[in-house]
Nanobody
Framework: QVQLVESGGGLVQAGGSLRLSCAAS????????MAWYRQAPGKQRDLVAI???????NYADSVKGRFTISRDIGKNTAYLQMNSLKPEDTAVYYC???????????????WGQGTQVTVSS
């Protein structure tokens, strides 16, 4: 069993910054990738950023150049640094982790409960 807990959301004015954290806890697992998704009211949940094994990162076009995803392997924690925030960034942000659970060979996916980010104009 793996649990993800997000933190760092809040209310910020346009142009401001927030840093989200996602801490994974449990035992006997290894992380293949960690990602951040977001979902605004009435819209689908979309990928924002992902960091894969080896440190390879990808971003949605809408956040490229403004957001940075990083990971502390020793702490099993992912971060999302969000700069130059816009009102359209307002959403619930969810952490996602794809993990291995040896000796099982298939990949498991876990979700956090989400943290609200609100950007005022």
């Amino acid at each position: 069993q793996v649990q993800l807990v997000e933190s760092g959301g809040g209310l910020v004015q346009a142009g401001g910054s927030l840093r989200l954290s996602c801490a994974a806890s449990g035992s006997d697992f290894s992380i293949n990738a960690m990602a951040w998704y977001r979902q605004a009211p009435g819209k689908q949940r979309d990928l924002v950023a992902i960091i894969r094994r080896g440190g390879i990162r990808n971003y949605a076009d809408s956040v490229k150049g403004r957001f940075t995803i990083s990971r502390d392997i020793g702490k099993n924690t992912a971060y999302l640094q969000m700069n130059s925030l816009k009102p359209e960034d307002t959403a619930v942000y969810y952490c996602n982790a794809a993990v291995n659970r040896p000796p099982l060979t298939w990949e498991y996916t876990y979700w956090g409960q989400g943290t609200q980010v609100t950007v005022s104009s």
